[in-house]
């Protein structure tokens, strides 16, 4: 018998009991990494504005018309990023206890107020098919909960919910262990892949790489984390 590849030990019982027993903050949602956050929304905020000068499409001058967070948790990345960028973000995230946050919590009441939040869809991505058309569809630190396959199918659905001229982010840890293999982890169940199999996955769904930088000032101790804008071949 030859050995499971490291996506076949995901099992999502366990990734969803994880992720509804973490707290509500960023602690939780960061692995015990709050302070990751403010470095990270930065690099992220830049990281499209220097896609959208480039965009004739969908430049920085104008909002979004609407944006997905996709396995947002407690909308950490759609507070921090994406309203600001967008008219209305909808948000994906199966754990019902983290949209809590997003739907009912005082931190977000002024922007519920406003309309930003838009649809909150409580199931996996693996169970998501995009019901707009979006200019961005922005995935991070989630993407290792699904297996290879079905994350080539939900690129896949993604690519056919993307407005032309739209990208799917991706931002994520970067696997550099020596075998050079993905690695199973087991806290949340989930993989940590490296940047060859990213790219061949988004390969394998007919996406191309438009533009892509590792997050600078993250500490040392973790994985690189690496976002890639994405756009159908
Ligand atoms: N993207 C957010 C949250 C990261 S924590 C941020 O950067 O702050 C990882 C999130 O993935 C958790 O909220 C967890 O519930 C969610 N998750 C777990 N399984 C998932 C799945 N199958 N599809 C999408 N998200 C999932």
Known sequence: MSTPTPDALINPQAAIAYWSSVTTDNAGVLGGYPHVSRVDLQGSTTFLA???R?????????LLSRTVDCGAGIGRVTKGVLVKVAEVVDVVEPVVQLTGVITEGVEFGELRRLGKVGE???????DWTPRYAYPLIWTQWCLGQLNDEQLVDFFGRAKGGLEGGGWIVVKENMCTEESGEDLFDETDSSVTRTDRKFRSL??????KIVATEVQRGMPKELYPVRSYALQPV
């Open 202 to 207: 988004f390969a394998r769904a007919g996406l």
């Open 50 to 52: 220097k896609l959208r």
């Open 120 to 126: 909150v869809y409580n199931v996996g991505l693996e």
């Open 54 to 62: 480039k965009s004739s499409v969908f430049p920085t001058s104008r």
